[in-house]
């Protein structure tokens, strides 16, 4: 089925409400590239519109009812936000579910040495990626560093136009001749993937000796008890996230795309999150779902497999008066959900492994998918033909424009959301998103009109389901 592009249909107003979706989203992406700023950010961003903590609620013992707007955050990882509508909780929700974690490199726990004067961080890859595109490019280290008194101290380094940057290295092309022999997945293997973080001694005014062995080590170990009193002990206890440094681009000289790090899967998180906050009154009750750990199959107590979101809502009825289990199995399997990830775009220079009739392509708007998985749909959540017909009729109510897609030829590879956790109470699921390029390279690639259409599909959803 042809669908057009949306850029040419745009009227004045509308191209300033893009660039106004856009803007913002760029600066969520600069400030969020990990699962903790994205969760810092929402809750930023939900008080500003009114929503308040579940946990002051239930401590309070606050009742809940219709027009109040919650919010629950699990581990400062995963996010929840109610909308509280008209109908009893127990008729189900109007749900937007996405994740906020992203392909990456973590530091491990005994990271930092020493070799031949060099200082490293040793690592360990998150998720998918081809290693070999992490390598000569200049890198930051995000997270948290818990100290054993309690206090938690933030680290971002890379990303002020002043830090330093860091960087894994490649072998030169004058010596790479058996490298280059190698298949793509062992070109960089993973223990390969340690951060060059040093070069320099430590020096004589702050007590270097001649024979000591770690002179580079010990002037690393010098800065960050100088600049971030931190230990070497304390990477037991620290989550350091190393992404690429720099800010999300215009993309193109027609600024028609954005090139970001991350936005598989933020650009469904980031547009849900703005329809979710841009929604008031719902006839039922609205809610976003915003999860860490979908990169490693959703596990954890912060991902979409854990009973986080299912207690919360039960917390929820509590504060309504209502603690029966039923209920909450009601309220679960009555709900609506969009599970919003990303989809591949088709990309003409790797036509090969598309089917041209069942692509995402660029700027056609939001992607549907009504199934994911791999090779005859295994692991899939396979939506039904009513809740299709159902997400048109909304859609459509609003002027959206979307598309539907598959990931890919049949026997060409595939991929898995968070959709067929939630279909296991019984719910309405369908996979929706943005079309992306190069998903799970450093930097990938979205269409603006694209990012506009989903925030305005989420939106849609909420209010017309």
Same mark, same amino acid.
């Given at each position: ?17 893009? *660039? ?23 809750? &930023? @961003? ?75 961080? /040793? ?56 490298? @280059? ?83 598989? /899967? ?9 329809? @979710?906050?841009?929604? *008031? ?37 509590? =504060?309504?008066?209502?603690?029966? /289990?039923?209920?909450?199995? &009601? ?56 809740? =299709? ?8 109510? /609003? ?39 190069? @998903? ?26």
């Amino acid at each position: 089925m042809e669908r057009n592009n949306v850029w040419s249909s745009y009227n004045r107003d509308q191209l300033t409400e893009l *660039d106004r979706i856009n803007t913002m989203y760029k600066s969520c992406l600069d400030e969020g590239k990990t699962e903790r700023e994205c969760v810092k950010i929402a809750v &930023r @961003m939900a008080e500003e519109k009114g929503y308040r903590d579940i946990k002051g609620l239930i401590k309070d013992q606050t009742e809940v009812k219709h027009g109040d707007k919650v919010y629950a955050v699990c581990m400062n990882k995963s996010i929840s936000l109610f909308n509280i509508g008209e109908e009893p909780l127990e008729r189900g929700m109007n749900i937007l579910g996405a994740h906020i974690d992203s392909p990456r490199i973590d530091v491990k726990q005994n990271p930092l040495y020493e070799s031949e004067e060099f200082a490293y961080l /040793d690592t360990h890859y998150y998720g998918g990626i081809k290693k070999y595109q992490w390598v000569t490019l200049p890198l930051a280290i995000h997270g948290v560093v818990a100290k054993k008194n309690g206090e938690i101290k933030e680290l971002c380094i890379g990303e002020k136009d002043d830090d330093p940057v860091f960087a894994v290295t490649d072998l030169l092309i004058h010596l790479a001749a058996k490298q @280059m022999e190698k298949k793509a997945g062992i070109v960089i293997e993973g223990e390969k993937l340690d951060l060059l973080i040093g070069s320099r001694p430590v020096g004589k005014e702050d007590g270097f000796r001649e024979e000591e062995k770690e002179a580079i080590k010990s002037n690393v170990l010098k800065l960050l008890r100088e600049y971030y009193d931190m230990s070497e002990e304390d990477f037991v206890s620290a989550e350091l996230e190393i992404v690429p440094a720099g800010k999300a681009r215009d993309m193109g000289l027609d600024r028609s795309m954005v090139m970001a790090y991350g936005q598989d /899967d933020r650009v469904c998180a980031f547009t849900s999150l703005f329809a @979710m906050l841009d929604v *008031d009154e719902p006839q039922k009750t609205s809610c976003c779902i915003l999860v860490d750990k979908e990169e490693i199959g959703s596990v954890g107590a912060t991902g979409m497999q854990s009973r986080f979101f299912e207690n919360t809502v039960a917390e929820l009825l509590a =504060l309504m008066g209502e603690t029966s /289990d039923l209920k909450v199995r &009601r309220a679960l399997q009555n709900s609506k959900m969009l599970s919003s990830d990303v989809s591949a775009a088709y990309d003409p220079m790797f036509t090969e492994v598309f089917e041209k009739r069942s692509s995402a392509f660029f700027s056609k708007g939001l992607v549907f998918n009504k199934f994911t998985g791999s090779r005859g749909k295994s692991g899939s959540n396979d939506a039904n033909a009513e809740y =299709l017909a159902a997400i048109r009729k909304a859609l459509d109510e /609003d002027h959206v424009a979307y598309q539907f897609a598959e990931l890919g030829k049949v026997d060409a590879g595939g991929g898995g959301t968070i959709a067929y956790i939630m279909a296991n109470y019984g719910m309405e699921v369908i996979d929706s998103g943005v079309a992306v390029l190069c @998903m799970h390279a450093p930097w990938e690639i979205a269409s603006k009109a694209d990012i506009y259409e989903a925030y305005k599909g989420y939106k849609a959803f909420l209010k017309n389901m």
